[in-house]
């Protein structure tokens, strides 16, 4: 039994939301201190088969932590030193926001998946934008950009570029989050207008690398649209995919009826043919984030067309030894299937 299976049970018999709290107040106290170098020594897969390059960056693993996890950039070292390659802070709007009322964050543990409705709660672009600056982190580091609840559609672009401004410096590539299914029109930016405008506007602030994350909830013609856009403005990666408001018909857990974003296990399938569907029409790397649990989840994201993939879920369902678990894993899978590495394995399911 390892040392998560004992605290799990203790965790899930707080509300979601105070047993994130509770974990984010610990990893707060063990960043920077003899305890991170000990989680490091345990938790870190050190592989050069295992290192990619994604937009413009070096990872020294494909497994990140998706946005949502670290929404005011306060645990990014911490969460790389749980072996993490990467890790996506955010999102971050331009005001600070309190988010909705909880609760707002609900487990759906028969199903291994969770809804949220946090409604971009965060501590806003000055605050964030000063403690990222102020970090030392040794893996890349994203900033999920979203818009400030009160600002109009219209105004989004200048919106978005403040966010980008103060928190430019701390970043290591941005994304812009155009997908969360919890503030009111928030997913109407994903229409080709909007979106053109708000990269547009970002692109002459000199945001790069620059990304976009989509929702699962798109039809595939607004997808497609959305990557014509990747293509022409010549973005750097595509992040597919954000949590849905659809539920699956197998969804056991009564808190299925809640309002919000699925994550999780249920997701899974969805994002990975997203993934896939994403692949097969732009160049740049896709970051595959949707239900990864396990090496096998990764390895299935990977193989269908993603560069690196993210999770946050899991995390509260398998913890910290997570990303050590899905490297390790990762290595047996390619070195059972013939792949000298994960670069080598990237996309091998497509046509
Ligand atoms: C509580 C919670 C908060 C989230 N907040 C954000 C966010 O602020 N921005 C964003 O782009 N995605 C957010 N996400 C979505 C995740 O980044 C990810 O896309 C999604 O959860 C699917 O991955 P998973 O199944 O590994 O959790 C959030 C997810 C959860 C569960």
Do not use: W
């Amino acid at each position: 039994m390892n040392a998560y299976q004992l605290v799990k049970p203790l965790l899930f018999s707080l509300p979601a939301e105070t047993a994130h709290d509770a974990v984010h107040a610990g990893m707060r106290t063990a960043q920077g201190t003899p305890i991170a170098d000990a989680l490091r020594e345990r938790y870190l897969v050190d592989d050069d088969r295992l290192r990619v390059e994604a937009f413009g960056q070096q990872l020294p693993n494909p497994v990140g932590v998706a946005a949502g996890f670290d929404k005011n950039a306060q645990v990014p070292s911490l969460l790389a030193s749980l072996g993490f390659g990467h890790v996506e802070v955010g999102g971050v709007t331009a005001d600070q926001q309190s988010g909705n009322a909880r609760p707002r964050m609900f487990r759906l543990r028969e199903d291994e998946g969770i809804v949220n409705r946090m409604g971009l709660n965060n501590h806003g672009a000055d605050v964030v934008g000063e403690r990222l600056a102020a970090a030392s982190v040794n893996v890349p580091v994203g900033v999920n950009l979203a818009k400030t609840e009160h600002v109009a559609i219209d105004d989004a672009p200048e919106d978005y570029r403040y966010t980008y401004e103060r928190v430019a410096e701390g970043g290591d590539f941005f994304v812009v989050n155009v997908s969360c299914p919890n503030s009111e029109g928030f997913r109407d930016l994903q229409n080709r207008d909007s979106m053109e405008a708000i990269l547009t506007t970002l692109q002459d602030a000199g945001a790069s690398p620059l990304l976009v994350k989509l929702s699962p909830d798109l039809p595939d013609p607004a997808v497609e649209d959305a990557l014509d856009l990747v293509n022409e403005l010549g973005l750097d990666g595509v992040i597919a995919t954000n949590t849905t408001t659809d539920r699956p018909a197998t969804l056991r857990s009564h808190n299925r009826a809640e309002e919000g974003g699925l994550s999780g296990k249920p997701i899974e399938p969805r994002a990975t043919k997203m993934v896939r569907f994403v692949a097969e029409r732009v160049d740049v790397p896709v970051v595959g984030v949707g239900g990864v649990f396990t090496a096998e989840d990764a390895y299935r994201k990977l193989r269908a067309g993603a560069h690196v993939i993210q999770l946050y879920t899991g995390l509260v369902y398998r913890g910290p030894a997570i990303a050590r678990d899905i490297n390790e894993g990762l290595l047996d899978l390619l070195e059972r299937d013939g792949f000298d590495s994960v670069e080598d394995a990237i996309g091998a399911d497509l046509d």
